[in-house]
């Protein structure tokens, strides 16, 4: 790129404040895709602010290529894992063991730790599709609320989704910061346990005696789970945990042992993400799918349908990318610094007010992180911070983008129907969870923060 421009200031906060709500209004107003909405944008404020032709179309490059090469694997691999423990009966096999050993009256807790752990190599939507029959054969067999049930799950799903990789989002912005992926992992584990008590078990007591929502009609009469055809609960929970703790492993050696130590060497090729993430899939393939009956040729199926919703991810993450390039290469990464450090605003906070902005606002919280880890990422001396504050920031991004789902968000209405609310009632349920989930996970970021 040419050497940047020094623009004034003023006018680079003019571009931006248009730019992004020429984003806004696009997707909200027109209805304009994300993807077409946030290259809009993040053009409008390239040239709003002067920049040269030359120079917007290499923040557009840099932005898809950076950022891709970073998540593509990740999000590809993830995908095709996550299909084959559905696709296996696994995530059923979690919920149901944790639901026996939990026994009927601590089953909201069982509910809520198995979706926290499904959600991260399972897409949110096919984790509650899958495991809500559960919740409802729960509820049906003790007289007891749907949401006595339904809400820890849906905590645990949400915060498994949120903020733990490999689920995109996290994997995502901490692309974006150039954060290590076990950091962020670690983390994400922490303020996710808090976020999931929370807003699971605890306030789905209260919503399971306020409001009595019965078994949904088309579900009451469901036969219960053939147990007898489920994999193992310790092969299932062994398989998830091999990219954890492979990346987990690979960043505690660099802690601890020299970089040419032969375990720094051995985990640093294992612990790489896209490495740990096809160790696991392979296993998942041999273990969940041929030993239990299924072809080559179904696996091939299986994995391959699974990567069609994954595009959309790629490129609204790539767009994003562009929008991070874009407010650096104009300056304006620069003036958001001097500004943040002018009102001595801790970055986790700032991370966490813009992503909850643009969550309220657009209700998509893939655009959300995206823009407020562009907006982060922006930022001179980003880089200089140490992982544990940038995997703290990575979590305060998904706190912001969690937060208020309400009518322009697809999961309000996917909850709505799956577990048979009324608008109202979903507002006052499943909005307020996803807002403890958010507000919670992002305290106990902040309170990590301080001690990075």
């Not at 920049?51 to 694997?73: E, F, Q, R, S, Y």
């Not at 007591?205 to 994999?231: M, N, R, T, W």
Request: net charge neutral; glycine share 10%; hydrophobic share 60%.
């Amino acid at each position: 790129m040419a050497d940047m421009i020094v623009m004034d200031p003023a006018r680079l906060v003019a571009a931006a404040v248009i730019g992004l709500i020429v984003l806004l209004v696009l997707i909200i107003k027109f209805k304009v895709h994300a993807m077409i909405s946030i290259l809009v944008g993040a053009i409008t404020i390239g040239l709003i602010a002067g920049m040269p032709a030359a120079d917007i179309i290499t923040a557009v490059n840099d932005g898809i290529g950076n950022t891709l090469k970073g998540i593509a694997l990740l999000v590809g691999l993830g995908s095709m894992f996550g299909a084959i423990l559905e696709a296996s009966g696994g995530a059923q096999t979690l919920a149901v063991t944790m639901v026996r050993k939990f026994g009927d009256q601590k089953a909201a807790w069982a509910l809520g730790i198995t979706g926290l752990v499904i959600a991260m190599p399972v897409f949110f939507d096919a984790g509650l599709i899958i495991l809500i029959p559960l919740a409802f054969s729960l509820a049906k067999r003790t007289g007891r609320s749907s949401l006595f049930y339904a809400i820890p799950l849906l905590a645990g799903l949400a915060v498994g989704h949120a903020f733990i990789p490999p689920t995109p989002g996290p994997v995502l912005v901490a692309t974006m910061l150039g954060v290590d992926l076990g950091w962020v992992i670690l983390v994400g584990i922490f303020c996710g346990v808090f976020a999931m008590i929370v807003a699971g078990p605890i306030w789905g007591a209260y919503c399971g005696k306020k409001y009595q929502v019965p078994v949904p009609a088309h579900v009451a009469d469901q036969q219960d789970f053939d147990e007898s055809k489920l994999p193992p609960f310790g092969t299932i929970v062994a398989i998830i945990l091999i990219p954890l703790l492979f990346i987990i492993i690979d960043s505690v050696c660099g802690v601890l042992l020299p970089a040419e130590h032969i375990v720094s060497v051995v985990f640093g090729f294992l612990g790489e993400p896209f490495v740990a993430l096809l160790i696991a899939t392979i296993v998942a393939m041999l273990v969940l799918g041929l030993k239990h009956g299924y072809t080559m040729e179904q696996l091939e199926k299986i994995m391959t349908k699974s990567l069609e919703p994954t595009g959309l991810i790629l490129l609204v993450t790539a767009c994003g990318g562009v929008l991070r390039y874009t407010l650096q290469y104009s300056g304006l990464g620069d003036v958001i610094g001097q500004a943040v450090a002018s009102v001595n605003m801790p970055l986790v906070v700032l991370a966490f007010v813009v992503a909850v902005l643009v969550r309220i606002s657009v209700g998509s919280a893939t655009v959300a992180m995206t823009m407020a880890a562009g907006i982060v990422a922006s930022i001179p001396g980003i880089s200089g911070l140490s992982p544990l504050y940038l995997a703290c920031v990575t979590a305060a991004v998904a706190g912001g983008a969690t937060v208020c789902s309400h009518f322009n968000d697809s999961g309000f209405w996917l909850v709505k129907s799956l577990v048979g609310l009324d608008e109202k009632t979903t507002l006052k349920t499943w909005t307020i969870m996803e807002t403890l989930v958010g507000v919670t996970g992002f305290l106990i970021a902040l309170v990590i923060s301080f001690f990075a």
